[in-house]
């Protein structure tokens, strides 16, 4: 008589957590914290130029905005999956041609590494708006920053140190961060996400998910939102390690003060505690306002570069800030069957800015200084700051239960 075989147990794969989504984006943020002070100076040391750095930004940013809009249909072809490792192999490509140090490629690196942000971004916010629940959303953008702090707070210090010292040693341990990302993607096994079934329909093509984009008027503000936002992290990353060089301070200065606000990261959780208090509105419409004010004086002090550095430092607090609760009224608006399409329309936002930020300093070095370029963005943060304050007052205001309040 045979014995009868014990079941098998089944299995399935695990469901990833908060967690696993802010260490990928931790080591994103190794990518490009180590290149986010050096790229601009090795570009504007092969040009010589303010000008046309702006140009080449616009460029790229062009290309990466149409790029970005393609990433949905991408993925549906060729599956979510290899889409975010196909972005990963774009962060290798633009650090190998990096790596090179010519003049004639440097564009073209730029270019790879703006592509791959874009379509990690688009993936890693389709993945997140999959398995994480809306309320805990915020708790994800928090541990999110945590998770990359150190990267944004010594990455851009220690990118420019290394360059200093050989110049393809920060494309390098760029790229080991680059590997990392990749073999931890490919750990979790994420595949393609939660599908969400809709009646057979054909997929939007991406003129169809902007109508529909367009046509909602939260979602279009927390776009704009983010748009300004990033704007004034372009200003703070390209023009103000420019702005250092061109008025006699050290190349470090420059990496320092974006490293310096970047350890606002840590505080993050912190952040989070206060908007939940305060709420979305007040807490996003008094970032804006405060960022705004801080930059117009950065400009009114344009004689003074050591209080340019600082004024401006106070305004990225507010950039991290937003960068905690900016993105809220975006991610609470968005359907849950069009969570692939508005992820692209989302992530697009650093391709606009990446397009308005270099567009309008070309157009401002024509008729001012560069320091004029924190006076625009300034105005632009006090306008968003304006338009916040038409957000619902309760968004993201814990909701007291009949029970709760008896109590």
Not at 44 to 62: C, E, P
Not at 208 to 225: C, D, E, T
Not at 272 to 288: I, P, T
Not at 326 to 335: D, E, N, S
């Amino acid at each position: 008589m045979i014995a009868p075989r014990a079941p098998l147990p089944l299995t399935h794969l695990p469901i990833p957590k908060v967690r696993d989504f802010a260490i990928l984006s931790g080591l994103e943020a190794g990518i490009r914290g180590t290149l986010m002070s050096v790229m601009p100076l090795v570009i504007y040391r092969a040009f010589g130029d303010a000008a046309t750095v702006s140009q080449i930004y616009l460029a790229v940013g062009a290309v990466s905005l149409v790029f970005g809009l393609l990433v949905p249909w991408l993925a549906a072809k060729l599956s979510r999956r290899w889409m975010y490792t196909f972005g990963t192999v774009l962060y290798m490509s633009g650090i190998a041609l990096a790596i090179l140090d010519q003049p004639q490629v440097m564009p073209f690196a730029l270019g790879c590494l703006s592509l791959a942000t874009v379509t990690i971004a688009v993936c890693l916010n389709a993945y997140v708006l999959d398995y994480v629940s809306r309320t805990n959303l915020g708790k994800s953008e928090s541990l999110r920053l945590v998770f990359s702090g150190p990267s944004w707070a010594a990455g851009p210090l220690v990118g420019v140190w290394l360059l200093n010292w050989w110049t393809p040693a920060p494309f390098m341990l760029a790229g080991c961060f680059a590997v990392a990302q990749m073999a931890m993607f490919w750990r979790l096994r994420l595949g393609n996400g939660k599908q969400i079934s809709r009646a057979r329909a054909p997929s939007p093509s991406p003129v169809a998910f902007l109508g529909r984009f367009f046509a909602q008027p939260r979602l279009l503000a927390g776009w704009m939102f983010a748009v300004i936002r990033s704007c004034g992290w372009w200003v703070y990353v390209v023009y103000l390690p420019i702005y250092c060089v061109e008025n006699g301070l050290p190349d470090t200065v420059g990496a320092a003060a974006l490293s310096a606000a970047n350890l606002s990261l840590f505080v993050a959780p912190a952040m989070l505690v206060l908007v939940r208090r305060l709420g979305v509105r007040l807490s996003v419409s008094g970032a804006f306002f405060i960022g705004g004010v801080l930059f117009v004086a950065g400009w009114g002090l344009s004689d003074q570069p050591w209080l340019v550095v600082l004024a401006l430092y106070g305004g990225s607090v507010t950039l991290i800030m937003l960068d905690v609760c900016g993105g809220l009224p975006f991610l609470m608006a968005v359907k849950p069957s069009e969570r692939t399409e508005m992820s692209a329309v989302y992530a697009s936002y650093r391709d606009v800015s990446g397009i308005l930020t270099p567009a309008g300093a070309a157009l401002v070095l024509l008729v001012m200084p560069l320091a004029g370029i924190f006076a625009v963005c300034g105005a632009a943060m006090l306008g968003m700051g304006v338009l916040a304050r038409g957000l619902h007052p309760r968004l993201g205001v814990p909701r007291v239960s009949p029970a709760d309040a008896v109590r």
